[in-house]
Structures are given as C-alpha cells and as structure tokens.
C-alpha cells in the first residue's frame, strides 16, 4: 500500500468520523432549542437518578440505625 493510498484512508476515515458525530448530534438533540431530545436525557440522568435514589436509601437506614442505637443506649443508662 502507498502513502498517497493511506493517506487517503486516513482522510476518509477523519470524514466518516465526522459525519458519524454530526449524526449522533443531531439524533440526540432537539435542532430547534439545542438541547438534548428526552431519549437522551432519560439515558444520562439514569445513573445520576440511581445514584440518588441509593444515597437517599443509605441515609434512611443510618437514621434507622441510629434511632435504634440512641434507644439501646437510653435504655443501658
């Protein structure tokens, strides 16, 4: 293979690329405000929707664990 030959698959592969980019652009966003579409948004704010809904879960057993652990102590007093 010559230079002229991968240089021009290096530049077809740069195009595709872009082309793939301006794609996935403007699948996931809205062309008339910019934002992203709600398919989008749903698929990034679950992890950040989980995640919250695991430290919210974690902060109400600790507070369970600490009522039950301030009654234990009460009660050993």
């Given at each position: 293979?010559?230079l ?6 290096e ?23 910019q934002?992203p ?18 430290a ?9 664990h600490n009522?039950?652990?301030r009654?234990l ?5």
């Amino acid at each position: 293979m010559s230079l002229s030959q991968m240089m021009m698959l290096e530049s077809d592969k740069s195009r595709a690329l872009a082309e793939a980019e301006v794609s996935l652009t403007i699948a996931h966003t809205d062309p008339l405000t910019q934002l992203p579409n709600w398919h989008t948004l749903e698929k990034r704010l679950a992890p950040v929707m989980l995640a919250s809904v695991l430290a919210v879960l974690t902060l109400k057993i600790m507070s369970v664990h600490n009522k039950q652990l301030r009654l234990l102590i009460k009660q050993c007093t």
